[in-house]
Structure formats: C-alpha cells, structure tokens
C-alpha cells in the first residue's frame, strides 16, 4: 500500500516557522504508522525527529496528532489512516524538533500530585506482592500517558498551564 505522509517539521535552531514535508512510503495495511516514519528516517531523511522507546503502546513517548487526533505511532495502523495521513505534535507543548514536544511542564506537575505508592511502613525485606484490587487502584497512575493524550486534545493547554486541571 502506498501512503502519502504529510509531516509538520520544525526546527527552532533553524527555521523561524513550521513547515509541511511530504513523503511516499510503501507499507503494509497492517503496518503501524511508527513503522512507515521509521521507513522515513531510516531510508529517506534521517533528519526527521520524532520519539520512538517500548513500540508496544506502554511508554506513550511516540504520542502525536495523526490525522488530527491525538494518538501513539505505535497503536495506529496503516490501514486505519488510509493512504493518506497528516502528522504533527502535540498541540499545547512547545516544539524540540519536528515532532517532540518538551512535556517537562506537564510531567513537574504531574510530579506534584506524587504519582506513586507512598508507605508508611518498614521496609518488608522481600517483593511486596499486589492483590487485583490493590493493582486495580495503580492503575491510573500508571495510564498517565494516555490521560496526557486526552488532556491536550480535549483541553488547550493554556487553559491548565497555571494548575492540574483536570489531572486529578
């Protein structure tokens, strides 16, 4: 399947505003879109700047707006975009480069909310074992990255800069 990728790139060090780069890659339906931009870097510009870590959907480091919405690179198939597909960062976070985006803002405050376990107790000597419901309760925490995803599309960013919004 051959796909027309419409990249937002910027670089700050170097141009004074954004600008749209096309490419044509050949990839299969079931190919996710992290592949068809690795394609890209790896094959035809290895300038293009994007973050890529677990490639499992867990990390939430390749999150950017596919098609205008924001999504992971990495949970996307090609055959849901079609053969055509825009990609730019997320809204609300000032741009690195191309497609990262500086989330040190959000993760200091995410930071304020202490998103970990807290005990109070001794240290136990052994692995502390979890119940279902004990993990059951982790697991918002550890989804922070998929509330980020929904934070910035359904919020703009300056209307949470100054507190948590909707976080908590």
Known sequence: MNISMRIKRYDPEKES??????????????????????TIKWTMDGTLTYRRSCAHGVCGSDAMRINGLNRLACKVLIRDV?????????????????????????????KSVKPYLITYDSEPGTERLQSPVERARTMRAQSVFFVVLVQVHVLRYGVIQNGLGQLL
């Open 17 to 38: 505003k954004p600008y749209w780069d096309e490419f044509r890659v050949e990839a299969d339906p079931i190919d996710r879109l992290l592949d068809a931009l690795n």
């Open 82 to 110: 079609g053969n055509k597909v825009t990609i730019e960062p997320m809204l609300g976070f000032p741009v690195i480069k191309d497609l990262v985006v500086d989330m040190d803002p959000f993760f200091e405050k995410y």
